[in-house]
Protein backbone atom coordinates (compact mmCIF):
# COMPACT_ATOMS: atom_id res chain seq x y z
CA UNK A 1 0.00 0.00 0.00
CA UNK A 2 3.09 2.63 0.45
CA UNK A 3 3.94 2.00 -2.93
CA UNK A 4 0.29 2.35 -4.05
CA UNK A 5 0.32 6.03 -2.61
CA UNK A 6 4.01 6.95 -4.04
CA UNK A 7 2.38 6.20 -7.67
CA UNK A 8 -0.50 8.07 -7.20
CA UNK A 9 1.64 11.16 -5.86
CA UNK A 10 4.32 10.29 -8.58
CA UNK A 11 1.72 10.19 -11.19
CA UNK A 12 0.50 13.71 -10.25
CA UNK A 13 4.34 15.29 -9.19
CA UNK A 14 6.63 14.42 -11.61
CA UNK A 15 6.39 16.08 -14.21
CA UNK A 16 6.80 19.13 -13.16
CA UNK A 17 8.81 18.02 -10.40
CA UNK A 18 11.64 16.77 -13.18
CA UNK A 19 11.62 19.86 -15.18
CA UNK A 20 14.33 22.40 -16.10
CA UNK A 21 16.67 20.06 -13.91
CA UNK A 22 19.88 21.08 -16.12
CA UNK A 23 19.42 24.57 -15.55
CA UNK A 24 19.06 23.20 -11.66
CA UNK A 25 22.62 21.53 -12.14
CA UNK A 26 23.93 24.40 -14.05
CA UNK A 27 22.62 27.46 -11.16
CA UNK A 28 24.27 25.00 -8.37
CA UNK A 29 27.77 24.61 -10.19
CA UNK A 30 27.81 28.30 -10.65
CA UNK A 31 26.88 28.72 -7.08
CA UNK A 32 29.93 26.43 -5.99
CA UNK A 33 32.33 28.33 -8.24
CA UNK A 34 31.22 31.79 -6.84
CA UNK A 35 31.66 30.25 -3.38
CA UNK A 36 35.47 29.25 -4.13
CA UNK A 37 35.91 32.78 -5.26
CA UNK A 38 34.79 34.34 -1.77
CA UNK A 39 36.95 31.56 -0.30
CA UNK A 40 39.83 32.80 -1.75
CA UNK A 41 39.35 36.33 -1.26
CA UNK A 42 38.74 35.28 2.87
CA UNK A 43 41.94 33.32 2.68
CA UNK A 44 44.09 34.00 5.31
CA UNK A 45 47.81 33.50 4.99
CA UNK A 46 48.84 34.76 8.81
CA UNK A 47 47.59 30.79 9.93
CA UNK A 48 50.68 28.99 7.90
CA UNK A 49 53.84 28.67 10.02
CA UNK A 50 56.84 30.47 8.65
CA UNK A 51 54.36 32.75 6.55
CA UNK A 52 55.23 36.68 5.85
CA UNK A 53 54.25 39.36 3.88
CA UNK A 54 58.04 40.22 3.14
CA UNK A 55 60.16 37.59 1.45
CA UNK A 56 63.46 38.08 -0.12
CA UNK A 57 62.38 38.14 -3.33
CA UNK A 58 60.57 41.12 -2.89
CA UNK A 59 63.31 43.37 -3.43
CA UNK A 60 64.11 42.84 -7.28
CA UNK A 61 60.28 43.81 -7.48
CA UNK A 62 60.83 47.98 -7.05
CA UNK A 63 57.02 48.87 -7.53
CA UNK A 64 57.05 47.54 -11.18
CA UNK A 65 59.51 50.71 -12.62
CA UNK A 66 62.61 48.58 -12.95
CA UNK A 67 63.78 45.29 -13.38
CA UNK A 68 67.33 45.76 -13.09
CA UNK A 69 67.72 44.78 -9.76
CA UNK A 70 66.97 40.54 -10.89
CA UNK A 71 68.99 41.61 -14.16
CA UNK A 72 71.86 42.01 -11.86
CA UNK A 73 71.31 38.99 -9.30
CA UNK A 74 70.65 36.90 -12.41
CA UNK A 75 74.35 35.50 -13.53
CA UNK A 76 74.68 34.78 -9.53
CA UNK A 77 71.68 32.73 -9.71
CA UNK A 78 72.59 31.11 -12.75
CA UNK A 79 76.03 30.12 -11.56
CA UNK A 80 74.99 28.88 -8.17
CA UNK A 81 72.06 26.56 -10.11
CA UNK A 82 73.29 22.89 -11.25
CA UNK A 83 69.81 22.81 -13.15
CA UNK A 84 70.57 26.79 -14.87
CA UNK A 85 74.22 24.89 -15.51
CA UNK A 86 72.73 21.91 -17.36
CA UNK A 87 70.31 23.78 -19.69
CA UNK A 88 73.63 26.44 -20.12
CA UNK A 89 76.13 23.77 -21.39
CA UNK A 90 73.63 21.75 -23.66
CA UNK A 91 71.88 24.06 -25.58
CA UNK A 92 73.65 25.21 -28.31
CA UNK A 93 74.80 21.20 -29.25
CA UNK A 94 71.39 21.24 -31.38
CA UNK A 95 70.24 23.29 -33.72
CA UNK A 96 68.04 26.18 -32.51
CA UNK A 97 64.34 25.26 -33.45
CA UNK A 98 62.93 28.70 -35.42
CA UNK A 99 59.06 28.97 -36.28
CA UNK A 100 58.21 29.03 -40.06
CA UNK A 101 55.65 31.00 -40.95
CA UNK A 102 54.92 29.28 -43.86
CA UNK A 103 54.04 26.44 -42.17
CA UNK A 104 50.43 24.47 -42.34
CA UNK A 105 49.78 24.79 -39.08
CA UNK A 106 50.61 28.31 -38.34
CA UNK A 107 49.01 29.51 -41.57
CA UNK A 108 45.49 27.30 -40.67
CA UNK A 109 46.34 28.91 -37.27
CA UNK A 110 45.68 32.14 -38.93
CA UNK A 111 43.07 31.63 -40.93
CA UNK A 112 41.14 30.71 -38.26
CA UNK A 113 41.68 33.91 -36.68
CA UNK A 114 40.73 35.53 -39.85
CA UNK A 115 38.14 33.58 -41.13
CA UNK A 116 35.96 32.65 -37.59
CA UNK A 117 32.81 34.22 -38.42
CA UNK A 118 32.69 32.25 -41.90
CA UNK A 119 33.77 29.24 -39.87
CA UNK A 120 31.24 29.47 -37.27
CA UNK A 121 28.01 29.91 -39.28
CA UNK A 122 29.19 27.17 -41.55
CA UNK A 123 29.66 29.73 -44.52
CA UNK A 124 32.25 28.14 -47.60
CA UNK A 125 34.34 30.72 -49.07
CA UNK A 126 37.61 30.84 -51.03
CA UNK A 127 39.32 29.62 -47.91
CA UNK A 128 37.70 27.14 -46.00
CA UNK A 129 34.93 24.59 -47.67
CA UNK A 130 31.97 23.44 -45.03
CA UNK A 131 30.01 20.77 -45.74
CA UNK A 132 27.16 19.03 -43.43
CA UNK A 133 27.99 16.80 -40.76
CA UNK A 134 27.23 13.16 -41.04
CA UNK A 135 26.01 12.21 -37.74
CA UNK A 136 22.26 14.15 -37.40
CA UNK A 137 21.77 16.10 -34.15
CA UNK A 138 18.47 14.64 -32.23
CA UNK A 139 16.51 16.13 -29.48
CA UNK A 140 13.60 14.72 -27.86
CA UNK A 141 11.05 16.71 -26.92
CA UNK A 142 7.64 16.20 -24.95
CA UNK A 143 4.39 16.94 -25.77
CA UNK A 144 0.95 16.19 -24.12
CA UNK A 145 -1.77 14.67 -24.89
CA UNK A 146 -4.95 13.91 -23.59
CA UNK A 147 -6.98 10.76 -24.01
CA UNK A 148 -10.12 8.37 -21.75
CA UNK A 149 -9.05 5.36 -20.41
CA UNK A 150 -12.04 3.05 -19.45
CA UNK A 151 -12.45 1.05 -15.78
CA UNK A 152 -15.61 -0.35 -15.83
CA UNK A 153 -17.23 -1.28 -12.80
CA UNK A 154 -19.09 -4.96 -11.95
CA UNK A 155 -23.34 -3.99 -10.72
CA UNK A 156 -25.45 -6.78 -9.18
CA UNK A 157 -29.29 -5.86 -8.75
CA UNK A 158 -31.87 -8.05 -7.80
CA UNK A 159 -35.26 -7.97 -9.59
CA UNK A 160 -38.67 -8.46 -7.44
CA UNK A 161 -42.14 -8.61 -9.28
CA UNK A 162 -44.69 -6.32 -7.38
CA UNK A 163 -48.50 -7.31 -7.46
CA UNK A 164 -51.05 -4.80 -7.27
CA UNK A 165 -55.19 -5.60 -7.13
CA UNK A 166 -57.24 -3.02 -8.73
CA UNK A 167 -61.12 -2.54 -9.37
CA UNK A 168 -60.72 -2.28 -13.27
CA UNK A 169 -64.27 -0.56 -14.81
CA UNK A 170 -65.93 -2.51 -18.16
CA UNK A 171 -69.24 -1.77 -20.12
CA UNK A 172 -71.50 -4.71 -20.42
CA UNK A 173 -75.03 -5.10 -21.89
CA UNK A 174 -77.46 -6.16 -19.31
CA UNK A 175 -81.25 -7.53 -19.82
CA UNK A 176 -83.91 -6.84 -17.94
CA UNK A 177 -87.83 -7.31 -17.25
CA UNK A 178 -90.33 -6.46 -14.85
CA UNK A 179 -94.13 -4.67 -14.10
CA UNK A 180 -94.49 -0.90 -14.23
CA UNK A 181 -96.37 -0.11 -11.70
CA UNK A 182 -99.37 1.82 -12.54
CA UNK A 183 -99.61 5.02 -10.94
CA UNK A 184 -103.03 5.55 -12.91
CA UNK A 185 -104.80 4.90 -15.77
CA UNK A 186 -101.79 6.25 -18.20
CA UNK A 187 -98.67 6.23 -15.92
CA UNK A 188 -96.36 4.32 -13.96
CA UNK A 189 -93.09 3.72 -13.06
CA UNK A 190 -90.26 1.31 -12.38
CA UNK A 191 -86.40 0.88 -11.48
CA UNK A 192 -83.52 -0.81 -12.65
CA UNK A 193 -80.29 -2.44 -10.42
CA UNK A 194 -77.54 -1.00 -12.60
CA UNK A 195 -76.49 2.69 -13.92
CA UNK A 196 -76.24 2.82 -17.54
CA UNK A 197 -77.50 3.78 -20.93
CA UNK A 198 -81.03 2.39 -21.63
CA UNK A 199 -80.93 0.80 -25.40
CA UNK A 200 -83.93 -0.63 -26.40
CA UNK A 201 -87.51 -1.20 -24.06
CA UNK A 202 -90.69 -2.63 -24.98
CA UNK A 203 -93.92 -3.19 -22.91
CA UNK A 204 -97.49 -4.70 -23.17
CA UNK A 205 -100.38 -3.75 -21.05
CA UNK A 206 -103.07 -5.72 -20.89
CA UNK A 207 -106.60 -4.68 -19.31
CA UNK A 208 -110.10 -5.97 -20.19
CA UNK A 209 -112.40 -3.04 -22.08
CA UNK A 210 -110.41 0.67 -21.08
CA UNK A 211 -109.08 1.09 -24.38
CA UNK A 212 -110.95 2.50 -27.68
CA UNK A 213 -110.45 1.46 -30.85
CA UNK A 214 -109.54 3.92 -33.39
CA UNK A 215 -107.24 5.93 -31.00
CA UNK A 216 -103.67 6.27 -31.71
CA UNK A 217 -101.95 5.39 -28.29
CA UNK A 218 -98.53 7.22 -27.96
CA UNK A 219 -95.80 5.17 -25.45
CA UNK A 220 -93.59 7.83 -23.76
CA UNK A 221 -90.11 6.80 -21.24
CA UNK A 222 -88.70 9.37 -19.18
CA UNK A 223 -90.87 11.94 -21.75
CA UNK A 224 -89.00 10.85 -24.54
CA UNK A 225 -90.90 9.33 -27.39
CA UNK A 226 -91.35 4.91 -27.53
CA UNK A 227 -93.89 3.91 -30.33
CA UNK A 228 -97.79 4.50 -31.23
CA UNK A 229 -100.28 1.71 -31.32
CA UNK A 230 -103.44 1.62 -33.07
CA UNK A 231 -105.76 -0.91 -31.75
CA UNK A 232 -108.44 -2.79 -33.74
CA UNK A 233 -112.03 -2.92 -32.43
CA UNK A 234 -112.67 -6.78 -31.73
CA UNK A 235 -109.41 -7.70 -32.28
CA UNK A 236 -107.16 -7.66 -28.88
CA UNK A 237 -108.56 -4.46 -27.75
CA UNK A 238 -107.77 -5.30 -24.05
CA UNK A 239 -103.85 -4.75 -25.06
CA UNK A 240 -101.29 -2.01 -25.81
CA UNK A 241 -98.05 -2.47 -26.85
CA UNK A 242 -95.23 -0.18 -27.19
CA UNK A 243 -91.19 -0.73 -28.02
CA UNK A 244 -88.11 1.00 -29.31
CA UNK A 245 -84.83 -0.13 -30.11
CA UNK A 246 -82.96 3.00 -30.73
CA UNK A 247 -82.92 4.54 -27.15
CA UNK A 248 -80.14 6.48 -25.37
CA UNK A 249 -81.76 7.34 -21.91
CA UNK A 250 -79.45 7.64 -19.02
CA UNK A 251 -80.71 5.76 -16.13
CA UNK A 252 -79.53 5.50 -12.60
CA UNK A 253 -79.58 2.53 -9.99
CA UNK A 254 -82.67 2.37 -8.55
CA UNK A 255 -84.13 5.60 -9.50
CA UNK A 256 -87.92 5.63 -10.42
CA UNK A 257 -88.40 5.53 -14.30
CA UNK A 258 -91.42 7.05 -16.15
CA UNK A 259 -93.73 5.43 -18.60
CA UNK A 260 -96.68 7.37 -20.05
CA UNK A 261 -99.82 6.80 -22.22
CA UNK A 262 -101.03 9.47 -24.27
CA UNK A 263 -103.43 10.22 -27.43
CA UNK A 264 -106.23 8.07 -26.09
CA UNK A 265 -108.96 7.83 -23.28
CA UNK A 266 -108.28 4.70 -21.02
CA UNK A 267 -111.03 3.61 -18.64
CA UNK A 268 -109.52 2.38 -15.99
CA UNK A 269 -106.31 1.17 -14.31
CA UNK A 270 -104.12 -1.47 -16.53
CA UNK A 271 -104.24 -5.14 -14.81
CA UNK A 272 -100.33 -5.97 -16.06
CA UNK A 273 -97.68 -3.77 -17.63
CA UNK A 274 -94.99 -6.02 -18.46
CA UNK A 275 -91.27 -4.81 -20.00
CA UNK A 276 -88.19 -5.87 -21.08
CA UNK A 277 -84.82 -3.48 -21.10
CA UNK A 278 -81.62 -3.60 -22.40
CA UNK A 279 -78.62 -1.20 -21.24
CA UNK A 280 -74.96 -1.03 -21.54
CA UNK A 281 -74.16 -0.67 -18.31
CA UNK A 282 -70.65 0.07 -15.96
CA UNK A 283 -69.36 -2.71 -14.21
CA UNK A 284 -65.74 -3.87 -12.34
CA UNK A 285 -63.28 -7.12 -12.03
CA UNK A 286 -60.15 -7.39 -10.13
CA UNK A 287 -57.37 -7.16 -12.20
CA UNK A 288 -53.56 -7.73 -11.06
CA UNK A 289 -50.80 -5.40 -12.29
CA UNK A 290 -47.44 -6.33 -12.10
CA UNK A 291 -44.45 -3.96 -11.72
CA UNK A 292 -41.38 -4.88 -11.48
CA UNK A 293 -38.89 -3.40 -8.63
CA UNK A 294 -35.27 -2.93 -9.29
CA UNK A 295 -32.83 -2.74 -6.25
CA UNK A 296 -30.31 -0.62 -8.48
CA UNK A 297 -33.34 2.00 -9.44
CA UNK A 298 -32.82 3.13 -13.49
CA UNK A 299 -29.79 1.07 -14.20
CA UNK A 300 -27.88 3.75 -16.85
CA UNK A 301 -27.25 2.93 -20.70
CA UNK A 302 -23.30 2.38 -19.38
CA UNK A 303 -24.42 -0.73 -18.22
CA UNK A 304 -24.41 -3.84 -19.79
CA UNK A 305 -25.97 -7.49 -19.11
CA UNK A 306 -23.58 -9.95 -18.25
CA UNK A 307 -25.54 -12.62 -16.80
CA UNK A 308 -28.98 -13.07 -15.12
CA UNK A 309 -30.25 -16.02 -12.81
CA UNK A 310 -33.10 -16.89 -10.84
CA UNK A 311 -33.04 -17.08 -7.06
CA UNK A 312 -37.11 -17.58 -6.69
CA UNK A 313 -38.40 -19.92 -8.99
CA UNK A 314 -41.99 -19.22 -11.14
CA UNK A 315 -45.24 -20.67 -10.27
CA UNK A 316 -48.91 -19.29 -9.78
CA UNK A 317 -49.38 -16.85 -6.51
CA UNK A 318 -52.82 -16.08 -5.39
CA UNK A 319 -53.54 -12.25 -4.70
CA UNK A 320 -56.68 -10.52 -3.14
CA UNK A 321 -58.46 -13.81 -4.73
CA UNK A 322 -57.22 -13.24 -8.22
CA UNK A 323 -54.43 -15.53 -9.82
CA UNK A 324 -50.86 -14.42 -11.30
CA UNK A 325 -48.07 -16.66 -12.82
CA UNK A 326 -44.82 -15.55 -12.93
CA UNK A 327 -42.04 -17.57 -14.29
CA UNK A 328 -39.37 -16.08 -12.03
CA UNK A 329 -40.18 -14.11 -8.79
CA UNK A 330 -36.97 -13.05 -7.82
CA UNK A 331 -33.77 -12.46 -10.27
CA UNK A 332 -30.53 -11.27 -10.28
CA UNK A 333 -28.64 -9.27 -12.68
CA UNK A 334 -24.67 -8.65 -13.18
CA UNK A 335 -24.21 -5.80 -14.99
CA UNK A 336 -20.60 -4.24 -16.46
CA UNK A 337 -20.80 -0.77 -16.23
CA UNK A 338 -18.96 1.92 -17.96
CA UNK A 339 -18.87 4.42 -21.04
CA UNK A 340 -17.55 2.66 -24.30
CA UNK A 341 -13.93 2.48 -24.49
CA UNK A 342 -12.34 4.21 -27.56
CA UNK A 343 -8.96 2.90 -27.04
CA UNK A 344 -7.53 6.07 -27.79
CA UNK A 345 -4.93 5.81 -25.35
CA UNK A 346 -3.69 2.47 -26.61
CA UNK A 347 -2.24 4.05 -29.60
CA UNK A 348 -0.45 6.63 -27.20
CA UNK A 349 1.02 4.05 -25.06
CA UNK A 350 2.86 2.01 -27.74
CA UNK A 351 4.33 5.61 -29.11
CA UNK A 352 5.65 5.26 -25.96
CA UNK A 353 3.56 8.18 -23.81
CA UNK A 354 3.61 7.86 -19.97
CA UNK A 355 0.75 8.70 -17.82
CA UNK A 356 1.26 11.89 -15.89
CA UNK A 357 -2.00 12.94 -14.33
CA UNK A 358 -5.72 11.03 -14.16
CA UNK A 359 -8.86 13.21 -13.64
CA UNK A 360 -11.63 11.36 -12.88
CA UNK A 361 -14.40 12.07 -15.85
CA UNK A 362 -17.38 10.20 -15.42
CA UNK A 363 -18.66 8.19 -12.21
CA UNK A 364 -21.56 5.60 -11.56
CA UNK A 365 -22.73 4.39 -8.70
CA UNK A 366 -19.34 6.78 -6.56
CA UNK A 367 -17.22 4.62 -8.55
CA UNK A 368 -15.12 6.11 -10.96
CA UNK A 369 -15.18 4.29 -14.68
CA UNK A 370 -13.87 6.84 -17.06
CA UNK A 371 -10.47 8.87 -16.66
CA UNK A 372 -9.33 11.75 -18.57
CA UNK A 373 -5.82 10.62 -19.20
CA UNK A 374 -2.93 13.31 -19.74
CA UNK A 375 0.05 11.85 -21.34
CA UNK A 376 3.47 13.12 -21.77
CA UNK A 377 4.32 11.95 -24.91
CA UNK A 378 8.07 12.06 -26.62
CA UNK A 379 8.66 13.30 -29.99
CA UNK A 380 11.99 13.29 -31.74
CA UNK A 381 13.30 15.51 -33.82
CA UNK A 382 16.99 15.61 -36.09
CA UNK A 383 18.57 18.03 -37.71
CA UNK A 384 22.18 18.85 -39.04
CA UNK A 385 22.90 21.37 -36.30
CA UNK A 386 27.14 21.19 -37.37
CA UNK A 387 28.97 21.88 -39.76
CA UNK A 388 32.75 20.46 -40.99
CA UNK A 389 35.13 23.29 -41.94
CA UNK A 390 38.25 22.36 -42.95
CA UNK A 391 39.74 19.77 -40.29
CA UNK A 392 37.42 20.77 -37.45
CA UNK A 393 33.77 20.79 -36.32
CA UNK A 394 32.01 23.77 -34.83
CA UNK A 395 28.16 24.30 -33.76
CA UNK A 396 26.86 26.78 -36.58
CA UNK A 397 23.47 27.14 -35.05
CA UNK A 398 24.44 28.12 -31.42
CA UNK A 399 22.25 25.32 -29.58
CA UNK A 400 25.48 23.72 -28.59
CA UNK A 401 25.66 25.74 -25.16
CA UNK A 402 23.67 28.05 -23.98
CA UNK A 403 25.48 30.20 -21.76
CA UNK A 404 22.61 31.96 -20.22
CA UNK A 405 21.07 28.98 -18.28
CA UNK A 406 17.63 30.29 -16.60
CA UNK A 407 16.83 29.80 -12.90
CA UNK A 408 14.30 26.97 -12.10
CA UNK A 409 11.56 29.02 -10.31
CA UNK A 410 9.10 25.81 -9.34
CA UNK A 411 11.91 24.12 -7.15
CA UNK A 412 10.37 24.95 -4.16
CA UNK A 413 7.08 23.51 -5.32
CA UNK A 414 8.39 20.83 -7.18
CA UNK A 415 10.54 19.83 -3.75
CA UNK A 416 7.58 20.37 -1.64
CA UNK A 417 4.97 18.20 -4.09
CA UNK A 418 7.97 14.84 -4.05
CA UNK A 419 7.83 15.42 -0.21
CA UNK A 420 4.40 15.24 0.35
CA UNK A 421 4.68 11.94 -2.20
CA UNK A 422 6.95 10.25 0.42
CA UNK A 423 5.32 11.55 2.71
CA UNK A 424 2.04 10.31 1.74
CA UNK A 425 4.18 6.77 1.70
CA UNK A 426 5.19 7.17 5.01
CA UNK A 427 2.18 7.62 6.64
CA UNK A 428 0.11 4.85 5.01
CA UNK A 429 3.17 2.47 5.95
CA UNK A 430 2.49 4.23 9.95
CA UNK A 431 -0.81 4.03 9.17
CA UNK A 432 -1.47 0.00 8.08
CA UNK A 433 -4.98 -0.24 9.40
CA UNK A 434 -6.00 2.79 8.42
CA UNK A 435 -4.93 2.93 4.94
CA UNK A 436 -5.09 6.72 5.30
CA UNK A 437 -2.34 9.27 4.90
CA UNK A 438 -1.67 12.22 7.02
CA UNK A 439 -3.69 11.57 10.05
CA UNK A 440 -3.40 13.77 12.62
CA UNK A 441 -4.19 14.02 16.89
CA UNK A 442 -6.78 15.62 18.51
CA UNK A 443 -4.76 18.31 21.70
CA UNK A 444 -6.59 20.60 23.60
CA UNK A 445 -5.39 23.20 26.17
CA UNK A 446 -7.35 24.84 28.60
CA UNK A 447 -8.18 29.11 29.40
CA UNK A 448 -7.66 29.93 32.68
CA UNK A 449 -9.61 33.35 33.60
CA UNK A 450 -7.33 36.83 33.38
CA UNK A 451 -4.95 36.53 36.02
CA UNK A 452 -4.14 32.78 36.37
CA UNK A 453 -2.35 30.03 34.33
CA UNK A 454 -3.57 30.05 30.57
CA UNK A 455 -2.34 27.02 29.11
CA UNK A 456 -3.82 28.05 25.24
CA UNK A 457 -1.10 31.15 24.96
CA UNK A 458 0.44 31.61 21.72
CA UNK A 459 4.34 32.44 22.89
CA UNK A 460 6.44 31.22 25.29
CA UNK A 461 6.35 27.75 24.67
CA UNK A 462 9.81 26.05 24.81
CA UNK A 463 10.76 28.50 26.99
CA UNK A 464 9.00 27.59 30.29
CA UNK A 465 7.93 30.89 30.98
CA UNK A 466 5.21 30.55 33.88
CA UNK A 467 3.89 27.55 31.77
CA UNK A 468 5.54 24.88 33.76
CA UNK A 469 2.18 23.90 35.42
CA UNK A 470 0.56 22.81 32.00
CA UNK A 471 0.28 19.17 30.51
CA UNK A 472 2.88 18.02 28.48
CA UNK A 473 -0.03 17.78 25.82
CA UNK A 474 -0.58 21.07 26.38
CA UNK A 475 3.27 21.76 26.22
CA UNK A 476 3.48 20.29 22.61
CA UNK A 477 0.13 21.73 21.16
CA UNK A 478 1.82 25.46 21.93
CA UNK A 479 4.97 23.98 20.00
CA UNK A 480 3.23 22.75 17.25
CA UNK A 481 0.78 26.26 16.97
CA UNK A 482 4.57 28.43 16.82
CA UNK A 483 5.30 26.10 14.25
CA UNK A 484 2.21 26.27 12.40
CA UNK A 485 1.41 23.02 12.29
CA UNK A 486 -1.88 22.73 14.16
CA UNK A 487 -5.29 23.90 13.10
CA UNK A 488 -7.82 25.56 15.23
CA UNK A 489 -11.40 23.22 15.82
CA UNK A 490 -13.24 26.01 18.20
CA UNK A 491 -13.82 25.92 21.93
CA UNK A 492 -16.04 24.62 24.65
CA UNK A 493 -16.54 24.27 28.28
CA UNK A 494 -15.00 21.89 30.28
CA UNK A 495 -16.77 21.89 33.31
CA UNK A 496 -19.48 23.77 34.73
CA UNK A 497 -21.04 24.89 38.34
CA UNK A 498 -24.69 25.63 39.28
CA UNK A 499 -25.09 25.74 35.37
CA UNK A 500 -22.20 28.48 34.87
CA UNK A 501 -19.29 27.17 32.71
CA UNK A 502 -15.82 27.69 35.14
CA UNK A 503 -13.30 26.79 32.39
CA UNK A 504 -13.29 26.65 28.83
CA UNK A 505 -10.79 24.36 26.46
CA UNK A 506 -9.88 24.92 22.67
CA UNK A 507 -9.52 22.25 20.55
CA UNK A 508 -7.04 21.60 18.17
CA UNK A 509 -5.98 19.50 14.88
CA UNK A 510 -2.18 18.55 15.43
CA UNK A 511 -0.37 16.70 12.26
CA UNK A 512 3.28 16.07 11.57
CA UNK A 513 4.91 18.67 9.83
CA UNK A 514 3.65 21.34 7.78
CA UNK A 515 3.04 19.40 4.61
CA UNK A 516 0.52 17.49 6.65
CA UNK A 517 -1.26 21.09 7.42
CA UNK A 518 -0.99 22.70 4.41
CA UNK A 519 -2.91 19.71 2.48
CA UNK A 520 -5.54 18.87 5.36
CA UNK A 521 -6.39 22.85 5.75
CA UNK A 522 -6.18 23.53 1.88
CA UNK A 523 -7.09 20.03 0.43
CA UNK A 524 -9.73 18.51 3.05
CA UNK A 525 -11.36 21.33 4.16
CA UNK A 526 -11.12 24.03 1.40
CA UNK A 527 -11.56 21.69 -1.53
CA UNK A 528 -13.16 17.98 -0.09
CA UNK A 529 -15.00 20.26 1.89
CA UNK A 530 -14.43 17.47 4.97
CA UNK A 531 -14.28 18.93 8.41
CA UNK A 532 -12.74 18.46 11.50
CA UNK A 533 -15.45 17.30 13.61
CA UNK A 534 -16.43 19.98 16.56
CA UNK A 535 -14.85 21.35 19.63
CA UNK A 536 -15.35 18.49 21.69
CA UNK A 537 -14.92 15.73 19.41
CA UNK A 538 -12.35 16.63 16.74
CA UNK A 539 -11.67 14.16 13.56
CA UNK A 540 -8.17 14.39 13.05
CA UNK A 541 -8.26 11.31 10.62
CA UNK A 542 -6.07 10.85 7.55
CA UNK A 543 -7.17 11.05 3.45
CA UNK A 544 -7.68 7.95 1.83
CA UNK A 545 -6.18 7.41 -1.20
CA UNK A 546 -9.49 8.13 -2.97
CA UNK A 547 -9.86 11.24 -1.06
CA UNK A 548 -6.09 12.26 -2.27
CA UNK A 549 -7.20 12.02 -6.22
CA UNK A 550 -9.47 13.99 -5.95
CA UNK A 551 -7.27 17.10 -4.38
CA UNK A 552 -6.06 19.55 -6.79
CA UNK A 553 -2.15 20.07 -5.43
CA UNK A 554 -1.69 23.06 -7.74
CA UNK A 555 -4.22 24.64 -6.16
CA UNK A 556 -2.06 24.18 -2.85
CA UNK A 557 0.18 26.80 -1.44
CA UNK A 558 3.17 25.16 -0.36
CA UNK A 559 5.01 28.77 0.24
CA UNK A 560 5.53 27.78 4.54
CA UNK A 561 6.83 23.97 3.10
CA UNK A 562 9.16 26.08 0.45
CA UNK A 563 10.45 27.79 2.82
CA UNK A 564 11.43 25.25 5.39
CA UNK A 565 13.02 22.94 2.94
CA UNK A 566 15.36 26.03 1.87
CA UNK A 567 16.63 27.10 5.21
CA UNK A 568 17.26 23.36 5.55
CA UNK A 569 19.00 22.92 2.60
CA UNK A 570 23.17 22.10 4.06
CA UNK A 571 24.95 24.39 2.08
CA UNK A 572 28.46 24.99 3.16
CA UNK A 573 29.63 28.64 3.67
CA UNK A 574 32.01 30.58 2.66
CA UNK A 575 33.49 30.53 6.42
CA UNK A 576 34.03 26.54 6.12
CA UNK A 577 35.10 26.40 2.78
CA UNK A 578 38.05 28.60 3.57
CA UNK A 579 38.95 26.87 6.63
CA UNK A 580 38.48 23.48 4.38
CA UNK A 581 41.22 24.90 2.54
CA UNK A 582 43.59 26.13 5.24
CA UNK A 583 43.50 22.47 6.67
CA UNK A 584 44.41 20.88 3.15
CA UNK A 585 47.30 23.19 2.67
CA UNK A 586 48.49 22.91 6.34
CA UNK A 587 48.60 18.98 5.28
CA UNK A 588 50.16 19.64 2.73
CA UNK A 589 52.51 21.55 3.92
CA UNK A 590 53.22 18.90 6.90
CA UNK A 591 53.29 16.56 4.52
CA UNK A 592 56.88 17.85 2.68
CA UNK A 593 58.15 18.80 6.11
CA UNK A 594 58.83 15.64 7.35
Known amino acids: MRDYFLIIFISIFCASAFSDNFSNGVDFANNRIANAKNANANFNPNQFQHYTNNPAETQYYQNGSSDAAIKNATPNAISQSDNAQNIETNFSKDQAYQVNPSAPEIQKSNLVQTDSYNITHGISDQY ?26 KLTCDVTPQVTINNVPYQAEATYTGSVSPQNATSGTFTLPESGIMQSFSVTLKSPNIWRCNSNYQGYLNNQYLSTYYPNCGRNLGELSFSSNNLSISIVQNQPISFQIKNGPAFGNWSSANYSVTALVMRYKQVASVTYQNSCGNVPQVCVLLKSACLSLGGNKIFDGVTVYEPCWNTQNNYLCGPADDHSCDSLINAGCSSINLQCSNTFNNTCVQYQNTMSCPTQTCTSHAEICGDNSFCTDGTCYDPNPTQNKNFGADEAKLAAAGSSADSVSQNQGSLTAFTGSSMSCSMA ?17 DLANCSDEEKQLGIARQNNTAIYIGEYCAHKVLGVCTAHRKSFCVFNGLLATDIQSQGRLSQLDIGFGDAKTPNCSGLSAQELQKIDFSKIDFSNLEASLKNQANFPNNAAVSQYIANKIKQEMGDKNQ
Open 449 to 465: PIGFLNCCANSGWGKDI
Open 128 to 153: VKCVPKNKDHCVVNYTQKICTSVTPT
